[in-house]
């Protein structure tokens, strides 16, 4: 079955370090891979996605994701964090019937 | 602007009483669903719908119904909520490929 897995609930870091998200997701087939971002109170943005070609997708608000199939992952990279990142992310692949199974996300926090 | 719209965004209700939730997308994408995001849990797929007049069960149907009559709207009904449905609810829509755009949510509390 498809499942996608965030293994880090909760991240701080300060403003200006870098970040990675971890995502690692179960999929018979060739994914289509998204990086969602939900801010306090807001519903669900797209920040990327994959479905095929380059492995290292770029992103709105300065974000990048590589996919590597080999490692079955799509980890989320920000080389410089700013305070407005502070936010939850979700990690999600699309099935077969476009639907999108989600990870439980991780929240960020970004201190000053 | 392309838009998926929910109304109410926040709904408190007693156990029993019959609730609807509005959804509507203005993009005229076929595919629309409901999902809940409960902590720790990250998003549920409650139903989805192909087309008009096409709908199907996700991961959590249980409570819960759908109609889609029209293909901009999705309304998700709760005939009997419990307080185990308190939650916050998102409708999607998108095109094929699974690129959703999400409703600003709604949440629901059952007392």
Not at chain 2, 81 to 100: K, M
Request: hydrophobic share 35%.
């Amino acid at each position: 079955a498809q499942s996608v897995t965030q293994p880090d609930i909760h991240i701080t870091v300060s403003e200006g370090a870098s970040l990675e998200l971890r995502c690692n997701y179960s999929y018979g087939a060739t994914p289509y891979l998204f990086w969602y971002v939900q801010s306090p109170g807001q519903g669900l943005q797209l920040l990327l996605k994959y479905f095929s070609g380059d492995t290292l997708v770029q992103g709105i608000k300065g974000f990048e994701a590589e996919f590597k199939r080999s490692q079955s992952s799509f980890n989320l990279r920000k080389p410089s964090v700013h305070w407005s990142d502070a936010a939850e992310y979700f990690c999600a692949v699309g099935a077969d019937t476009d639907k999108l199974i989600f990870g439980t996300g991780t929240r960020l926090q970004v201190f000053p | 602007e392309a838009q998926v719209t929910q109304n109410p965004r926040y709904l408190i209700t007693v156990t029993g009483k019959k609730l609807t939730v509005t959804c509507s997308q203005n993009m005229n994408h076929e595919y629309m669903s409901w999902y809940r995001q409960d902590p720790g849990l990250g998003l549920r797929q409650i139903y989805y719908s192909m087309n008009v007049e096409v709908t199907d069960k996700g991961d959590v149907p249980e409570g819960y119904k759908v109609s889609r009559k029209e293909k901009r709207n999705f309304p998700l009904i709760l005939e009997s909520p419990s307080p185990n449905q308190t939650s916050l609810y998102f409708c999607a829509s998108s095109l094929w490929g699974g690129e959703a755009f999400f409703g600003q949510g709604t949440r629901l509390t059952v007392v």
